[in-house]
């Protein structure tokens, strides 16, 4: 390779000096070509021009060529370096000046000597030398060495001429090595370099020696003299040698000489490895090392809580960290001066740590219990989260915390922690075992242990009532959330005899069978007996294993965990050690596996423990607390928190999607378990945080759909509205839950209601499970929610049977009572009834009446299911019978109910009914006209408008009906009319002229009713008065309709103008019959109240009592008398028409 020039090395060197900080990657790599460069010149290392055929001669031409090659490259490299260490020093001498630094040269001299030892630009050279040393060859250069020190044999005697030529390269590397430790006084401010030779006081190597020393080989540095010289040879030892070599006999006594630097360094090492590998450390275990273990525990106790440390020369602490700071160095001296083991260390400092949390946490079970006035209990997730967020004194635990995590090397895994916790764990295990032994042989042998023992004092071999302390799973649990130890290095070391996927699928499995065997009346008593036995059985079972779960370590260290305020390690944790494929979904990434996994893992966990559940009611009440309490806690607390700051509860200000990211899986859980009946309050609270957090937009009732995203949606459909089957019959919760639901848009609040009832009710669940589905647990719907709808079908149907109208309000009361919680299971029963009885329709309608907002709209829902003519995706039925004349019995009577239904409860939501029917119509279908015709003249108040018995009208009430609305109703049915739900009427109304739903509607049934005469439907051929009396329907209804619409009477009362909304919907006459298809006379008869309007507004105004109106409203223009207007109705008639 060509050797650099100085400018190239002092550009690379330049941009090495220009980085901020530590030079980069790129710029050290650059660096390092040119000094591999400079070797290549003054070396060739790298080529082979030294072959074994080359004459002496030529050997030595050569060697004065290296020679000179070697003093070039060596010059480079030596001036570039110096260049780059006076532009340093600069640098360097800069900041220490502005600084106020020691101005001491010793002092300066050895600080710049340990900071140029780990600059990257002096260790690249440092490297580039050793690498080219052992790329040479030495062994001859090590045969030379030994034959001088041996023998006593020059070097030039024993190596022959290719000997010479193989030693050429390796002696230029030397001059290199020894250019590049010459002193230079390039420790000056003189960048130039000018006079800088002259003096000599600061002159330093331009590398450092203790750098070569510790990277090269010895027989390099033999070579290159760096080898420290050794300590004289006193005359004590000179005469020791003297007289072994007098045992030895001849000369070699009188030849004692001083040890060669070689012989010192091997004799050190050899020193050395003998103290690393073979020499008794610990041989004072009883001596000075008791004390030093006395002084630590003593520190760990006592010294950090009361500031050990300081009080040292006077000093006090400054803050947490220099006292921490003060703590690890204290315990390094007393590793030190007492020569401690330090994994012995590690283990006092967690049984420190495990001490100081056990009081933290006993000091709040202890307030607790006094302000509760009870005895001792188990720690759950509030005492020991609300310990932990409030401590008095944090300094201590963050001070042990900061020993361990030194101790143990700074590890992220922890296995030094993870090994000595293991060790902890599988102590308590066998000790427990061999006393549950000793006990099981004592009563194997038939000695009475409880009657001398008994009274407690044979201890010793009695079974112990806990295995594991909870202070060990706190600590565990504490030091995984800092990031000490990682939990899934603890599962070898936790002995679990706690299936828990096999016992939560034989719980499925039992609790399934007891399901279907509810409602089922037993008349043999005998059965009855074994009912109760396994009763009994049951509750032993239970309690068995409420004892393993409180000592099964996995459960323990989980509930400790979730307590740190996490919930994915946790969970994580707990699928790791009790399902078996959670492994192969982490070897193969798959996520959905994985969270699979954690999801039966903790559903399984919350259904067999009620503990476990309560942990995670309260770890969702504590992530909410801030947002539920708004501007509640706004000062700062009294006490500090040693928990994560990652695990903090939620800001006031978090998003609702975000927020529900983050519950999803817990409150999933919760529902799938039950446990959620539990903790009535939480569920209150968290209907009130979605309720505040749903906002309105101005002027509207409900959000925009774009709001509600699928996590939200997620946490209403699993958890919000199926947990209401889990709790109590009470108003309460459906009023709260309600308050959230109505602001939800009508096809939102059906879809989560058709979660909340799929795949079935009541036992219909059970029976669509399969047994592979039983075995496996995968049930698709809790367990929990099944038995609630099962008890309230029971309930209700015990009430149905007693019903009449004598007791409808007592009856009525405990019947809304039953639907208060399951309004599914209620209504759905009721329908069915109705469909066969109609007489129920008006006592179920005054029923009704004690049921809530919630209960009605699920109502709408279930009618809206049930004219749909299937039970949730089955086989549509028919609406008609055999013939198609007649409606069946079940929509007859259903379209009743809802004319009555939506006329007693006018608030109730009507679009997706009606909505439904549109889609009927589109498709062609008549069945569900009476649905229309019965919401319009029960609900709507127009059944006077009817044409059921205009064949039998007197010419009093056919005169009658040329009249207005109140003309035509009080001669319709001989002057008895019904009373009127106004509201219910001008609600129906409203909601038909939104979103011009009257108007499609109108346009549907005029198609429908042609298509009735010209269209063929299905296969076979229609009796002619099958197609008349569907003519004949949507006549009736479309009449009916347009009436309804086009009524104007009520335009005082409410405000509104019903003919300009009419108008605004209604196309014009010209597309009513080009666009939409509609024969002349329709398109006149449904454009005739617009018509007439346009002509006579000016007398409309005056029989108001208003103003005459000169003008026109705006709104008329398209239906008024005008050329336009008679151009486009030429097109309604042929040519022919128009010229008689």
């Known amino acids: 390779m060509p050797l650099p020039t100085l400018q190239e090395c002092q550009s690379a060197l330049s941009n090495c000096l220009a980085d901020d900080s530590s030079p980069s990657d790129e710029s050290i790599q650059t660096w390092r070509q040119l000094i591999q460069r400079c070797l290549s010149h003054g070396t060739s290392y790298d080529d082979n021009l030294l072959s074994s055929s080359s004459s002496p001669d030529d050997a030595g031409n050569n060697a004065e060529v290296f020679t000179s090659r070697s003093k070039e490259a060596g010059g480079v490299l030596s001036d570039s370096i110096e260049w780059y260490l006076r532009q340093w020093w600069s640098q360097q001498h800069q900041n220490n000046t502005s600084d106020g630094g020691d101005n001491n040269d010793n002092h300066v001299s050895a600080k710049v000597q340990k900071q140029l030892k780990d600059d990257p630009v002096i260790c690249a050279?440092?490297?580039?030398?050793?690498?080219?040393?052992?790329?040479?060859?030495?062994?001859?250069?090590?045969?030379?060495?030994?034959?001088?020190?041996?023998?006593?044999?020059?070097?030039?005697?024993?190596?022959?001429?290719?000997?010479?030529?193989?030693?050429?390269?390796?002696?230029?590397?030397?001059?290199?090595?020894?250019?590049?430790?010459?002193?230079?006084?390039?420790?000056?401010?003189?960048?130039?370099?000018?006079?800088?030779?002259?003096?000599?006081?600061?002159?330093?190597?331009?590398?450092?020696?203790?750098?070569?020393?510790?990277?090269?080989?010895?027989?390099?540095?033999?070579?290159?003299?760096?080898?420290?010289?050794?300590?004289?040879?006193?005359?004590?030892?000179?005469?020791?040698?003297?007289?072994?070599?007098?045992?030895?006999?001849?000369?070699?006594?009188?030849?004692v000489a001083d040890d060669t630097p070689v012989d010192f360094v091997h004799k050190k090492l050899k020193k050395m490895n003998t103290d690393m590998y073979y020499r008794q450390h610990k041989f004072n275990l009883l001596a000075e090392e008791s004390e030093g273990y006395a002084k630590l525990l003593s520190f760990f106790v006592v010294g950090i809580s009361e500031g050990g440390t300081a009080g040292k020369d006077g000093e006090e602490d400054d803050g947490e960290d220099s006292s921490s700071k003060e703590a690890r160095k204290y315990v390094r001296e007393l590793i030190g001066a007492f020569d401690l083991d330090p994994n012995r260390v590690l283990d006092l400092a967690l049984d420190a740590l495990e001490w100081e949390l056990n009081e933290i946490v006993l000091s709040q079970q202890a307030k607790k219990s006094s302000s509760k006035g009870g005895a001792n209990e188990e720690l759950g997730f509030d005492t020991i989260n609300k310990a932990m967020s409030n401590v008095q004194n944090p300094k201590v635990v963050n001070t042990l915390l900061e020993i361990i995590r030194e101790l143990d090397g700074n590890s992220s895994s922890g296995r030094a922690i993870a090994h000595l916790l293991g060790f902890k764990y599988r102590s308590y295990h066998n000790r427990a075992a061999k006393m549950a032994a000793v006990a099981a042989e004592k009563g194997k042998d038939g000695k009475d242990t409880t009657d001398k023992a008994g009274s407690g004092?044979?201890?010793?071999?009695?079974?112990?009532?806990?295995?594991?302390?909870?202070?060990?799973?706190?600590?565990?649990?504490?030091?995984?959330?800092?990031?000490?130890?990682?939990?899934?290095?603890?599962?070898?070391?936790?002995?679990?005899t706690l299936n828990l996927i096999d016992t939560y699928k034989t719980h499925t499995t039992t609790t399934i069978n007891r399901l279907k065997k509810l409602g089922v009346v037993s008349l043999n008593s005998s059965k009855a007996d074994k009912k109760d036995a396994k009763d009994d059985t049951a509750d032993s079972e239970s309690a068995d294993r409420d004892a393993a779960f409180r000592n099964d370590p996995i459960i323990g260290v989980f509930r400790a965990y979730l307590a740190m305020g996490d919930w994915d390690r946790p969970v994580a944790f707990l699928a790791h050690a009790t399902v078996p494929e959670f492994d192969s979904a982490v070897k193969d990434s798959d996520g959905d596996k994985m969270l699979s996994a954690m999801e039966l893992a903790a559903l399984a966990a919350c259904s067999l423990s009620e503990s476990v559940g309560a942990d995670v009611c309260a770890w969702v009440a504590t992530m909410i607390k801030n947002v539920h309490n708004e501007g509640g806690n706004n000062g700062k607390p009294s006490r500090a928190s040693i928990l994560p700051l990652l695990n903090s509860p939620f800001p006031t200000e978090t998003p609702l999607s975000e927020m529900s990211s983050v519950l999803r899986g817990p409150l999933s859980t919760l529902a799938a378990s039950g446990v959620i009946r539990l903790a009535q309050p939480l569920y209150i609270k968290l209907c009130q945080i979605y309720n505040k957090k749903l906002t309105l937009a101005e002027n509207k009732v409900e959000v925009d759909i774009e709001c509600i995203d699928d996590n939200i949606m997620s946490v209403l459909s699993t958890f919000m509205v199926p947990s209401l089957s889990l709790f109590p019959s009470d108003t309460l919760l459906p009023k709260e839950l309600w308050s959230?639901?109505?602001?939800?848009?009508?096809?939102?609040?059906?879809?989560?209601?058709?979660?909340?009832?799929?795949?079935?009710?009541?036992?219909?669940?059970?029976?669509?499970?399969?047994?592979?589905?039983?075995?496996?647990?995968?049930?698709?719907?809790?367990?929990?929610?099944?038995?609630?709808?099962?008890?309230?079908?029971?309930?209700?149907?015990?009430?149905?049977?007693?019903?009449?109208?004598?007791?409808?309000?007592?009856?009525?009361?405990?019947?809304?009572?039953?639907?208060?919680?399951?309004?599914?299971?209620v209504f759905t029963d009721i329908l069915a009834k109705i469909e066969s009885y109609d007489n129920l329709i008006l006592m179920m309608v005054d029923t009704f009446q004690f049921a809530t907002e919630l209960s009605l709209d699920v109502m709408g829902y279930c009618l809206l299911l049930s004219l749909g003519g299937s039970d949730g995706g089955g086989q549509r039925r028919s609406g008609t019978k055999m013939g198609g004349l007649n409606t069946e019995q079940w929509l007859a009577s259903l379209e009743t109910f809802t004319g009555a239904f939506y006329k007693k409860f006018p608030d109730v939501e009507l679009r997706g009914i009606l909505i439904y029917l549109t889609a009927r119509f589109r498709d062609g279908e008549s069945s569900e006209l009476g649905v229309l015709r019965s919401l319009i003249k029960t609900a709507g108040g127009y059944g006077f408008v009817d044409y059921d018995s205009t064949a039998s009208l007197s010419e009093l009430q056919l005169d009658g009906r040329c009249g207005s609305r109140l003309l035509k109703r009080e001669t319709s049915s001989f002057g008895v009319v019904d009373n009127i739900n106004r509201k219910a009427s001008q609600h129906l109304r409203a909601v038909l002229q939104g979103g011009d739903l009257?108007?499609?509607?109108?346009?549907?049934?005029?198609?429908?009713?042609?298509?009735?005469?010209?269209?063929?439907?299905?296969?076979?051929?229609?009796?002619?008065?099958?197609?008349?009396?569907?003519?004949?329907?949507?006549?009736?209804?479309?009449?009916?309709?347009?009436?309804?619409?086009?009524?104007?009477?009520?335009?005082?009362?409410?405000?509104?103008?019903?003919?300009?909304?009419?108008?605004?919907?209604?196309?014009?006459?010209?597309?009513?019959?080009?666009?939409?298809?509609?024969?002349?006379?329709?398109?006149?008869?449904?454009?005739?109240?617009?018509?007439?309007?346009?002509?006579?507004?000016?007398?409309?105004?005056?029989?108001?009592?208003?103003?005459?109106?000169?003008?026109?409203?705006?709104?008329?223009?398209?239906?008024?008398?005008?050329?336009?207007?008679?151009?486009?109705?030429?097109?309604?008639?042929?040519?022919?028409?128009?010229?008689?």
């Open 457 to 496: 004092n044979d201890k010793s071999t009695s079974a112990p009532a806990r295995i594991y302390p909870q202070s060990l799973f706190i600590s565990t649990a504490f030091l995984s959330a800092h990031g000490l130890v990682d939990p899934h290095n603890l599962l070898p070391h936790l002995n679990s």
């Open 998 to 1140: 009257g108007v499609m509607m109108i346009l549907l049934l005029s198609q429908m009713r042609l298509k009735s005469l010209y269209t063929k439907v299905g296969s076979g051929t229609e009796h002619v008065k099958v197609i008349g009396n569907t003519y004949d329907d949507c006549e009736a209804v479309l009449c009916l309709l347009l009436e309804f619409l086009s009524d104007s009477s009520d335009d005082q009362v409410t405000g509104s103008s019903t003919k300009e909304k009419f108008a605004a919907s209604m196309p014009s006459l010209e597309d009513l019959h080009t666009k939409y298809g509609l024969d002349t006379a329709v398109a006149w008869m449904l454009c005739r109240p617009l018509i007439r309007k346009s002509m006579f507004f000016k007398d409309d105004n005056k029989l108001a009592g208003n103003a005459s109106q000169k003008v026109m409203p705006a709104f008329l223009e398209r239906f008024a008398a005008s050329p336009d207007m008679t151009k486009s109705c030429e097109k309604l008639l042929p040519q022919g028409a128009w010229k008689n």
């Open 740 to 825: 959230l639901l109505k602001k939800l848009p009508y096809t939102l609040r059906y879809n989560l209601y058709s979660a909340w009832r799929k795949p079935g009710l009541e036992k219909g669940t059970l029976r669509s499970m399969l047994p592979k589905d039983i075995k496996s647990g995968k049930i698709p719907k809790p367990l929990g929610i099944i038995e609630s709808e099962i008890e309230t079908g029971i309930a209700a149907r015990y009430v149905l049977k007693r019903i009449s109208k004598e007791n409808i309000k007592d009856m009525g009361r405990q019947l809304s009572k039953t639907s208060h919680n399951n309004p599914l299971v």
């Open 125 to 255: 050279v440092v490297e580039s030398l050793w690498l080219v040393g052992c790329l040479l060859d030495t062994e001859e250069v090590s045969t030379t060495a030994q034959v001088k020190k041996g023998e006593g044999v020059s070097a030039d005697a024993t190596n022959s001429d290719g000997d010479k030529t193989s030693k050429v390269p390796y002696q230029c590397l030397v001059n290199i090595i020894k250019d590049l430790t010459s002193s230079r006084n390039w420790m000056t401010d003189n960048k130039d370099g000018d006079d800088a030779m002259e003096t000599d006081e600061n002159s330093q190597p331009l590398i450092p020696i203790a750098s070569l020393q510790t990277t090269l080989e010895l027989s390099l540095l033999q070579a290159a003299n760096l080898l420290p010289n050794p300590p004289p040879i006193t005359a004590k030892a000179k005469a020791m040698k003297a007289r072994a070599g007098g045992k030895a006999g001849g000369a070699a006594a009188a030849a």
